[in-house]
């Protein structure tokens, strides 16, 4: 089924910029799913570039400065609504692996993470970069990053209320979530200092349940009205070449593993990665995630970039 593409055009300014970035095209563009999780809004793809963005962008938005930061339910589980209903997964351990993963770059430098949420990711920073700081436009994910790490950190609601620029941005899992890319890329570019680096981890549109296996439960779960955009490594290498940075390495990366695609192909929900935790060995399922990254089918990209 075709989209109304002209009417995308005047509405939609997540196609408008692919479009005349010729990271799509209206001669392949078609919708891949009829809705997201909580939402009448279709799901389109570029058949040739792989791209994938809402065809609507929402009115009233979960990440505003009145947010309750409620998408985070505790620390052990989230929780996602998928019409009307309510599915909970336990949460990987993500922050902990980030410190891990990027602390050759993070050690004794200054860090601003940007959406950084309640800040559980500035948690593990503090003690190891020389200066923590962070973004986040809820109130009320303010609050609490300052009742539980006070004068250890420093959050404010946008980029442009620091002074000071930073050695390294990171954004985990927020680009998706934004209306202009560009904008936000380039806002990251001006605060780094020069040899700043960031670091940008995404959701990614090459997911193999999604384009090998096509797996409808999860096109369900997995479209999101507050993902606007799912990338490619090209669409995400472009961008980030557009806002000036270099030396740009995209890896792909996966987050979950056997047991948790068992368990969506067996029953069509989230959770297999706590529920079937028993059936893979650690080698078994580090040579899938492995497997899955050599074909480009990650459920995740990670990119790292330079400021000149």
Known sequence: MKPDLENLYATNSIYRSLLDRKLVSTDCIEIIHHRTRDMEIPVLVDRQTRVIFLGEIPGQRFYTEAGDGSDLDGDEHLSHTIEGGVVRSKKLEDEERRLDQFLSLLENRSLCDFGTGHGLFLDQCVGVASKVSGVELRLECISDIDRRLGDA?????????????????????????????????????????????????????RDFLIEQMELEAFYDFGFWSEHLILHTQGSIDHYLQAAGFVDIEITPFQRFGYANHLYWLRHGKPGGHEIYKDIPTEEFDRAYKNFLCQRNWSDTLIAIAKKP
């Open 153 to 205: 950190v420093q959050v404010k609601p946008t980029f442009s209320d620091f002074v000071e620029s930073f050695d390294v941005v990171t954004m985990f899992h927020v680009l998706e979530h934004l209306e202009d890319q560009l904008v936000h890329l380039r806002d990251a570019w001006e605060r780094l200092k020069s040899g700043g680096v960031i670091i940008v981890e995404i959701p990614h549109a």
